[in-house]
């Protein structure tokens, strides 16, 4: 070990050397993946719809019987893997899943499937041909800011995905069991990544499994704030100029994808 001249005993400290950057080109970052066939891509949607719904189990968002999570089958497009009638969120695997026509009959399973919710789904697929999945389920949030038949307003940086960008189905029938009334929503919807229905709660949809439910997951938070800041006083609105750029940065399916991938990781490993 070297020793200064004079400092006897003194150890000399060698400088530090920074490290050399870590080239950009191996760096990971998760991005959707391309898959190969049908039937892998098939693979890949069912898995990650019962993650999803596994999360929102998780997250309290089962309600009795009462929610769905669907997504389109890749190679027949008019039929959409969903959660069976009354089974828990929290158990379900992508073999627990049964895969329903546009009409509701289910052609590939062995349980029921829940006619009023996917009464709704069935519409949003068929009006919204580039949608891939379709969330809505009775979260608790989402249903109180329903009761205000009010949007979103622009009051987070997460909020502002949302900046008009989501509807609001402005009318409650009951319960929904028939095909008018799907249309009806589905219409109210547009191109929108989310609607409110009045006295009702949420529905989001996304280009993915994971998309749509990031955008519910994101937009239940929103109610949740929404409703803590008007409790405490008078939220401050950001600027239209400023939620539209915050909406332009957040509010991609892409980005929706990316922010979901740490739920993803944390709840796959429970299959």
Not at 6 to 20: D, L, N
Not at 89 to 101: G, R, S
Not at 110 to 139: C, E, G, I, L, Y
Not at 236 to 249: G, L, P
Request: with cysteine.
């Amino acid at each position: 070990m070297p020793y200064a001249p004079g400092a006897r005993g003194a150890a000399v400290s060698e400088p530090a050397v920074t490290p050399a950057p870590v080239p950009v080109e191996q760096l990971r970052f998760a991005m959707p993946p391309v898959h190969a066939s049908p039937g892998e891509e098939r693979a890949y949607r069912r898995e990650r719809l019962a993650g999803a719904l596994r999360l929102f189990g998780r997250y309290g968002y089962e309600d009795g019987v009462s929610g769905h999570i669907t997504a389109r089958d890749p190679e027949l497009t008019d039929c959409f893997w969903v959660n069976p009638f009354g089974a828990p969120f929290e158990d379900l695997a992508p073999q627990d899943l049964i895969l329903v026509n546009s009409e509701g009959q289910v052609v590939q399973g062995h349980f029921h499937v829940n006619q009023a919710a996917f009464a709704v789904h069935a519409q949003v697929h068929r009006a919204r041909p580039d949608v891939v999945a379709v969330a809505h389920t009775h979260s608790l949030h989402g249903r109180a800011l329903s009761t205000l038949g009010e949007l979103i307003e622009p009051i987070t940086q997460e909020a502002c995905a949302f900046y008009e960008a989501h509807a609001l189905y402005d009318a409650y029938t009951g319960v929904v069991v028939d095909e008018d009334e799907g249309r009806r929503i589905a219409s109210a919807l547009g191109g929108h990544k989310a609607i409110i229905l009045r006295n009702h709660g949420l529905l989001t949809v996304g280009d993915s499994v994971d998309a749509a439910a990031w955008w519910f997951l994101t937009m239940e938070r929103s109610c949740q704030v929404q409703l803590a800041a008007r409790a405490a006083g008078k939220p401050v609105r950001i600027e239209h100029r400023d939620a539209v750029a915050t909406r332009e940065q957040l509010g991609s399916d892409l980005v929706a994808w990316i922010n979901y991938q740490p739920l993803w990781r944390r709840i796959s490993r429970t299959f």
